[in-house]
């Protein structure tokens, strides 16, 4: 026990002997004042409204239930974009903006959804990434139906295995 008290007198010694010419540190606190912004509401109104009014698209009715049992999950919504889906296949896209829909009731997958299609078509962003994961495959099985109602959508398909595999999605947005 006495060697460890020595030791740690000696480490403190030296310790001392180091920091000589040193000097304290001055803590210097600088405060803001908070500027009270004026919030235009009725932009914020508008961009909820915008946001929602994508999600009546999306029906919780399975007419077609069994419409996208295959593997790997694609559409497209005419014949005319065949070519995009062709080019989604061959890992020709790239995603601009990725969504994580994990944890989240049908619902909030919906908002997110919702959300997301509204963004894509004010930043003019055409390629997105749907994050659904696996769980209950509730999600995976709901989102390509939703995503096949939307007008907005040209096409999805199963995202490659380096964004996710079977447990993602890389939609196209008509801008």
Same mark, same amino acid.
């Given at each position: 026990m006495n060697k460890k008290r020595q030791c740690a007198t000696e480490d403190n010694i030296l310790f001392r002997q180091? *920091? !000589?010419? !040193? &000097?304290?540190?001055?803590?210097? !606190?600088? %405060?803001? @004042? $908070?500027? /009270?912004?004026?919030?235009? =509401?009725?932009?914020?109104? $508008?961009?909820?409204?915008?946001?929602? +009014?994508?999600? /009546?698209?999306?029906?919780? =009715?399975?007419?077609?239930?069994?419409?996208?049992?295959?593997?790997?999950? @694609?559409?497209? $919504? @005419? &014949?005319?974009?065949?070519?995009?889906?062709?080019? *989604?296949?061959?890992?020709?896209?790239?995603?601009?903006? %990725?969504?994580? *829909?994990? +944890? *989240? !009731?049908?619902?909030?997958?919906?908002?997110?959804l919702g959300r997301l299609i509204t963004i894509c078509r004010k930043e003019k962003i055409f390629c997105a990434h749907i994050m659904h994961g696996y769980g209950k495959c509730i999600l995976k099985q709901q989102i390509p139906f939703w995503l096949s109602q939307h007008p907005d959508i040209i096409a999805f398909h199963q995202a490659p295995k380096m964004f996710g595999s079977d447990a993602a999605i890389i939609v196209i947005i008509e801008i």
């Open positions: 180091y *920091l !000589t010419n !040193t &000097r304290e540190i001055v803590q210097d !606190t600088i %405060f803001h @004042s $908070r500027i /009270h912004k004026v919030k235009n =509401t009725n932009l914020l109104k $508008r961009l909820y409204i915008e946001e929602d +009014g994508h999600i /009546h698209y999306f029906s919780y =009715t399975n007419k077609k239930k069994y419409l996208f049992q295959d593997n790997p999950v @694609s559409y497209v $919504r @005419s &014949r005319h974009s065949h070519k995009i889906l062709k080019n *989604l296949k061959k890992e020709k896209y790239n995603p601009d903006i %990725f969504i994580d *829909l994990h +944890g *989240l !009731t049908q619902y909030q997958a919906q908002k997110e």
